[in-house]
């Protein structure tokens, strides 16, 4: 079975950080992506609007490097759940886990990010994987 969807797509807000009651960091945000085409001469557009849940270190991360416009590219996995709102009403809402991410377009804070993650990912003890 394979559950696994990769988008590249621009924030539609800034990122919401909090934490779970436990103290586990956790990031809402939501992408769009846009379609492009042209049919009988006419160019059209379709914009779609993902929903995605970033857990621990990159809930931070994205919180601290990216802001409303910022592109991103992730992989994760679809993920439906049930609750009930403010008002009594059940809910389904389909979501995006993201498992692994790459800030795009450059600038300051993404090179920023790069040396900190590089910093993250691999401490000064860690041993030679070969």
């Given at each position: 079975m394979l559950n696994k969807v990769m988008l590249i797509g621009n924030l539609g807000s800034d990122p919401e950080l909090r934490?779970?009651?436990s103290g586990i960091a956790v990031c809402n945000l939501s992408?769009?992506?846009?379609?492009?085409?042209?049919?009988?001469?006419?160019?059209?557009?379709?914009?779609e609007w993902h929903r995605l849940v970033?857990?621990?270190?990159?809930?931070?991360?994205?919180?601290?490097?990216?802001?409303?416009?910022?592109?991103?590219?992730?992989?994760?996995?679809?993920q439906t759940r049930s609750f009930?709102?403010?008002?009594g009403v059940e809910k389904t809402q389909t979501e995006i886990v993201v498992k692994d991410m790459q800030m795009l377009g450059g600038g300051g804070?993404?090179?920023?990010?790069?040396?900190?993650?590089?910093?993250?990912s691999k401490p000064d003890d860690a041993p030679i994987p070969f």
């Open positions: 934490q779970t009651d992408i769009a992506t846009t379609d492009r085409w042209t049919e009988d001469g006419e160019k059209k557009e379709r914009t970033f857990w621990r270190r990159n809930a931070e991360i994205v919180a601290e490097y990216l802001t409303k416009g910022s592109k991103i590219w992730i992989e994760g996995k679809l009930t709102n403010n008002q804070d993404a090179n920023a990010y790069r040396e900190a993650s590089q910093t993250v």
